[in-house]
């Protein structure tokens, strides 16, 4: 999809809807999971590739790109989505997704398209792996920004707290967190799992400095982005709220995170989809 | 160390982490090069994670800790981030075996080369003395690559006379003789050499190998030990999974030309909860030089 270079909020908001529509289609296709993280993550990932980050379309290996981990690799569909309309490739080839024989597989994959950094899937290993290229970064005096994106529940793993301790001290502020917050982890709500509260306090705590924000207002998600580094320094983490399944008839709902929509529910979906 | 001073200073690329260990080794390496190395603190996770980044922005990183701690803690960052990614990252880990054997189980490592070796893209190293270390260190700078380098304690005995040819996946020949031959790898072959001179008293002649890399194996020599007829492993590590395995695993599969039986001397599946210094743990494991004699000599009237 073509977009100008500073695109608006509007412009950001449709494409937005058509990487949602894409990401349906894949998991309904596929009869997979994970539709509710990928809704969850899109406005966020789509707010970083189409706005604020350096990103090189003909060599996506470019030494000076800004890196994007996506730490919570679950959400793989959305990141490829995101990667296709932004033309890194031929988004067609995102109807073979998890089909035998290809490199498309669920958890994000450096295989799978052009664009994907890491392999990822497990959780909580983004933020030290981005913690290595950010201090790579400081000592090569390169200008480039490493940003990773996690969820909320994986901020349960204790290898994360080794990262921000760590990047903290060193005062890394070429990176940045991003976390999508919507509230939810595999069994339940995370305030009853294992609560992260009080979050933004835990990791200033920690020495980074932390914005909040609606991970889907696109104005307040730029407006962040643009401010990058919150302060000289220090790392910064984005704390994005945000809705899990933002965009389905059973937005906020658990059952996101692991059903594949029936054909009713795909019907209302793309309907919905239209209207945000 | 010596050999890593020297690398450090040719190539810029090169970085040493520590997981906080190392202490009264690494200092004057830190204030040389104070751009190529980093202490990461006590986290292991965060440690091999962030060698994983460094290397995907063109660094070639040596992660050095305790052999638990750099292999265990971490080890789905080194599955994951390293050799899923087949990065340029060599995993360091002191005190092989019961190197640390005073300071109890948890600092016991007898388990390490079983999972480092099963990990695709991985290269395992176990130099058996401070000249097979050097070049290990050399081989794996200059080989692009996961690796891990097991090391045993500081200021071991040479147990080579002078540096040799040395290429990661092949084997040298501590030792000549021709009535068995006994594979061995790390400092534990010290004892294999001891009990091979004890064997000569009794004109029993071992042929002693060192096999430096664990993987790949040097399955040409393996197969070629078979022409003695006993094949013996000797390591300071588990039966389960380590060297042992490996050349059973390659025995089992061959087309043997003649018989030839194989046995694995190494620690069997246990913790060591009893205290010792090294040997001592060793002998109760019987990887002394008396006891691996002793097992060869009954091997041999088993055979005849």
């Given amino acids: ?19 949602r529509q ?38 996506p290996k470019h030494p000076n790109r800004d890196r994007l981990l996506l730490s919570k690799g679950h959400a793989g569909a959305a990141l490829y989505a995101v990667l296709g309309v932004r033309e890194f490739f031929n988004v067609k080839l995102l109807k073979k997704y998890l089909r035998n024989g290809t490199a498309l ?11 994907v950094e890491l392999f990822t899937g497990s959780l909580g290993h983004g933020l030290p792996i981005g913690t290595g290229m950010a201090f790579a970064g400081k000592l090569d005096k ?13 901020c349960d793993e204790g290898s994360n707290w080794e990262a921000i301790l760590f990047a903290g001290h060193h005062q890394l502020d070429n990176l940045v967190a991003v976390v999508d917050y919507n509230k939810w982890q595999s069994f339940g709500r995370t305030k009853d799992i294992l ?13 980074w400095n932390v914005k909040e924000c609606n991970g889907h207002d696109f104005k307040a998600l730029t407006k962040a982005f643009a401010k990058i580094p919150f302060a000289k320094g220090k790392p910064s983490v984005l704390i994005a709220h945000t809705v899990k399944g933002r965009g389905l008839p059973y937005e906020n ?11 009713e529910e795909y019907r209302l979906a793309k309907e919905r989809i239209k209207h945000l | 160390m010596k050999a890593l001073t020297r690398l450090v200073k040719k190539d810029k690329r090169v970085m040493l982490l520590t997981g906080d260990l190392g202490f009264s080794v690494f200092e004057d390496f830190a204030r040389q090069f104070p751009k190529q190395y980093l202490n990461c603190g006590l986290a292991e996770q965060n440690m091999v994670g962030m060698a994983a980044g460094l290397a995907l922005s063109g660094k070639k990183v040596f992660a050095y800790s305790i052999v638990p701690f750099a292999t265990m803690r971490p080890f789905e960052q080194v599955r994951d981030d390293v050799c899923l990614h087949n990065l340029d990252v060599k995993i360091v880990g002191v005190g092989g075996g019961y190197s640390y054997s005073q300071l109890g189980a948890t600092h016991h490592s ?22 097979e270390t050097e070049l290990a260190v050399k081989a794996m700078a200059r080989d692009r690559g996961p690796a891990y380098l097991r090391l045993g304690k500081s200021k071991e005995e040479n147990l080579h006379r002078r540096t040799f040819p040395f290429a990661i996946g092949r084997s040298n020949v501590l030792r000549k ?16 050499l001891r009990a091979a001179e004890i064997l000569a008293r009794k004109n029993i002649f071992c042929k002693v190998i060192s096999m430096p890399t664990v993987k790949p194996l040097d399955e040409r020599v393996v197969m070629s030990a078979t022409k003695t007829g006993l094949v013996i492993t000797v390591e300071e590590h588990s039966v389960i999974g380590g060297l042992g395995d490996s050349v059973a695993s390659v025995l089992a599969q061959a087309a043997l030309p003649k018989k030839c039986r194989l046995k694995k001397i190494g620690v069997e599946d246990r913790f060591m909860k009893i205290v010792g210094d090294q040997e001592y743990l060793r002998s109760q494991n019987g990887l002394s030089p008396e006891q691996i004699a002793r097992s060869i000599t009954s091997l041999i009237k088993k055979r005849s």
């Fill in chain 1, 105 to 115: 597989a669920g958890h994000a994959s450096q295989a799978a398209v052009p664009g």
């Fill in chain 1, 142 to 154: 390169k200008s480039y920004r490493v940003f990773v994106v996690m969820s909320d529940g994986e």
């Fill in chain 2, 177 to 192: 003789g021709s009535s068995v031959t006994v594979i061995g790898c790390g400092p534990i072959l010290k004892n294999v």
């Fill in chain 2, 110 to 131: 007898i388990e390490d080369i079983a999972i480092m070796k099963v990990l695709p893209n991985m290269k395992v190293l176990v130099p058996a003395d401070p000249i």
């Fill in chain 1, 195 to 207: 609560d992260l509260e009080p979050f933004a306090k835990k990791w200033r705590d920690f020495g």
């Fill in chain 1, 1 to 19: 999809m073509k977009v100008s270079h500073s695109p608006t909020t509007h412009q950001l908001q449709s494409v937005a809807r058509t990487v």
């Fill in chain 1, 22 to 59: 894409l990401v349906l289609d894949m998991v309904t296709q596929s009869k997979s999971a994970h539709l509710g993280s990928s809704f969850s993550v899109v406005d966020i990932l789509v707010a970083l590739y189409f706005n604020a980050m350096r990103v090189f379309l003909k060599n």
């Fill in chain 1, 253 to 263: 709902e658990l059952r996101s995170h692991y059903n594949s929509p029936t054909e």
